[in-house]
């Protein structure tokens, strides 16, 4: 997908005067699926959950200690069961993996099911260049791919559109009469996509997990689509991060009771798909030849670094959706992948800091994020080493760095701070005058004042009027 | 019982009769009260843009001014979610100060949370003529565990009612200098903050930060809503609420 975070505050602006945009947002969205998965959680017992997320996170942390042997474990097993393990440095190597495949197996047609990581790789451009068609038949990502439009969201992808629109865009594209139910909608979609599944040589899936003591893919969802794509095909390739591998199906267990709940507020979704190699003589369905495509895309620079608890992440989309930052400008604004206080992690440290300058400052480090993330990643620690990172590489606007510098400097001379605060108090004061509030600043505070009124200062400080007081007792 | 009262940059410029109702409802509660003249920033800003540097000169300056007391209260969950969970990370690299600093910040405390956990007060000289509704600021509710604290003493308070406004748990869109990088996001957050405080009926907002207070009211005034009152915790609590 087209990298467009270094423009996070112009896209945010263009976001915030979208008329049809926030009303889609504001809808149900983001805070909609937080508010399931509240009412999940408290079903489950908040504190039985907690002791749940410490185990996920241990689980993430084991793996990501030893992902080397992991990965290669699970290469051992996967192999045993007759599937082909790949690996991929960089996304434009896995395109080119996934295209030899193609060339390999005479593939014309692929039916998709969710991948973030074919996203990042932009796989669906560089097949249809080779000639390849990819369908996306996830509903949402279906719907985004009509549109010509990029993700907004990690597992609602479509969520800011409104019914409306989606009607509009399927009268389009299916050149027939529109539609007005939902059911109605989903029915046309699912003829459209039938057709694609029968027809199609290839599935490419995402994967969810990778189990390293068996070999297995997992992918969860709710449309059943992921089923389709991993089984009826003849050659399926199951594209994703490295740090996706984990030891164990009890492992697994765990995680996947974290994921629904955090991510929808199910209990479990509708399907659940593991994938162990290609159809063996025993099995009546399944593909004749079954590949993975491990991809590092910037991964192993984050090991070992305070980053790395970010390799945690297990995709569940809950920090976006708890994020007031996101549900105000929703997630187009962060111009790549992964929207949210994950993108504000993730984008910048695969994409380089340097074309993401705004993501680690786009948030109030509010922490809802980090207080609901099923594998405990401390998402406003990471964001503000980030920004750390950017003073210390002098990526930041040489007057903010000014500012901050000067008001430290101040702040440490006390008297000469009471002077100016003082001064501050009384000359805000003034020009609020009786109005007791300012309707325009200067300088950084012009930002403040664009949507808000500056409520005036009483006009002493505190400190001046305490010694007074102190004094006169 | 030796209180030093970090009153916090914010209230000193802006809104000094919040420090005062700090001062009234410590002195009410039995402690003495200390209020280190030299006193400025605990560091924040430059702590949350990146720089460390500035935040740890900062930093050192807090430590010097309150070691000696028994408590540092501030009547904000903000700067004491700094220094009780954010200084010793700050001071990581500083072996020589992590032990002073860890003892300080174990001693640090949020206004309310003082006096609900620590002097355990019961009653509080407040009056207070009309219903209320309370703002979660982010800091003290997720670093501190401020919550139950500000709502049990407003319950106190004679004449005063308290009702809920829906997600008042969820940021009002300040984030220190993400107010001013980011302005209209921030105004943006603001205004769904100020929707449901409308939507709840109350007579005034009431909340333990003046950051959020500045960034709310900013907005309820520029909504044209004149008639909501924001007020700090404590200045109710103190009974120093009146115009």
């Known amino acids: ?473 | 019982m030796r209180v030093g009262l970090f009153v916090t940059c914010l209230v000193d410029l802006m809104r000094p009769s919040i420090g005062f109702a700090a001062v009234k409802l410590l002195e009410a509660a039995g402690c003495t009260v200390y209020v280190p003249p030299t006193q400025t920033c605990c560091g924040q800003p430059g702590y949350n843009s990146g720089d460390r540097k500035s935040a740890l000169a900062l930093a050192e300056k807090v430590l010097a001014e309150f070691e000696a007391c028994d408590y540092l209260v501030a009547p904000s969950g903000s700067c004491a979610g700094m220094i009780r969970t954010h200084y010793p990370d700050l001071f990581r690299g500083e072996a020589f100060l992590l032990d002073r600093i860890g003892r300080l910040a174990e001693r640090t405390y949020e206004l309310c949370d003082f006096l609900v956990n620590v002097v355990q007060v019961e009653r509080v000289p407040g009056t207070f003529g009309g219903t209320i509704t309370y703002h979660d600021s982010c800091s003290g509710l997720r670093e501190l565990g401020v919550k139950n604290q500000p709502r049990r003493l407003l319950r106190a308070v004679d004449g005063l009612t308290l009702t809920e406004m829906a997600e008042c748990e969820q940021c009002c869109g300040f984030g220190g200098t993400f107010a001013v990088k980011f302005g209209s996001v921030s105004a943006a957050i603001a205004d769904r903050k100020c929707e449901n405080i409308e939507a709840s009926g109350a007579d005034a907002v009431v909340l333990g930060d003046l950051g959020c207070m500045l960034n709310i009211e900013g907005r309820l005034r520029r909504r044209g809503n004149e008639k909501m009152k924001v007020l700090h915790v404590a200045e109710v609590l103190a009974g120093e609420a009146g115009d």
């Open chain 1, 1 to 473: 997908m087209q990298l467009e975070s270094m423009h996070f505050k112009r896209n945010a602006a263009r976001a915030l005067a979208d008329a049809t945009l926030q009303a889609n947002l504001r809808k149900f969205g983001a805070a909609g699926l937080a508010a399931l998965r509240a009412k999940a959680v408290e079903e489950f017992g908040a504190q039985a959950f907690d002791t749940l997320r410490t185990a996920g996170a241990e689980i993430r942390d084991r793996a990501l200690a030893e992902l080397d042997a992991y990965i290669e474990r699970f290469e051992q097993e996967a192999t045993r069961r007759g599937a082909t393990v790949l690996y991929a440095e960089t996304g434009a190597e896995a395109c080119n993996l996934v295209l030899e495949i193609c060339g390999r197996h005479g593939i014309k047609k692929a039916v998709k099911s969710k991948s973030m990581l074919s996203e990042e790789a932009n796989l669906n451009e560089v097949l249809v260049a080779a000639g390849v068609v990819p369908i996306e038949t996830d509903l949402g990502e279906y719907i985004i791919q009509l549109a010509e439009e990029p993700p907004s969201h990690i597992i609602a992808p479509a969520v800011h559109k409104s019914k409306g629109e989606v009607a509009d865009l399927f009268a389009r594209s299916h050149r027939k009469p529109p539609k007005t139910d939902i059911p109605q909608m989903t029915r046309e979609a699912r003829e459209v996509l039938r057709q694609h599944f029968l027809t199609a040589d290839l599935g490419i899936s995402g994967g969810n997990f990778l189990i390293a003591e068996t070999g297995s893919g997992v992918i969860v969802t709710n449309e059943g689509n992921g089923r389709m794509v991993t089984t009826l095909p003849r050659v399926h390739i199951c594209v994703t991060g490295i740090e996706k591998v984990i030891p164990t199906l009890e492992d697994f267990a765990t995680l996947l009771r974290l994921l629904t709940r955090s991510a929808t507020g199910q209990a479990i979704s509708s399907y659940v798909s593991m994938f162990t190699g290609p159809r063996s003589p025993y099995d009546r369905e399944g593909p004749q030849h079954m590949y993975f495509v491990l991809v590092d895309g910037g991964r192993t620079s984050l090991v070992g670094t305070d980053l790395e608890p970010m390799l945690r992440c297990i995709r569940c989309g809950a920090c976006m959706n708890h994020c007031p930052v996101y549900r105000a400008v929703g997630g187009h604004a962060y111009g790549w992948v992964y929207p949210g206080p994950m993108g504000a992690v993730l984008t910048p440290s695969y994409v380089g800091l340097e074309n993401a300058l705004d993501l680690p400052n786009a948030s109030t480090l509010c922490n809802q994020c980090g207080v609901v993330c099923p594998v405990r990643i401390p998402l406003p620690d990471l964001m503000r080493n980030l920004r750390e990172r950017e003073v210390e590489r002098g990526l930041r606007p040489k007057s903010e760095i000014l500012a901050l510098r000067m008001w430290s400097w101040l702040a440490q001379r006390p008297w000469l701070y009471a002077l100016a605060t003082r001064w501050a108090a009384r000359a805000l004061r003034l020009r609020a005058g009786g109005a007791k509030r300012l309707r325009k600043l200067p300088l950084a505070g012009k930002e403040w004042t664009l949507g808000r009124d500056f409520p005036a200062p009483q006009g002493a400080t505190f400190r001046e009027l305490y010694a007074r007081r102190r004094s006169s007792s």
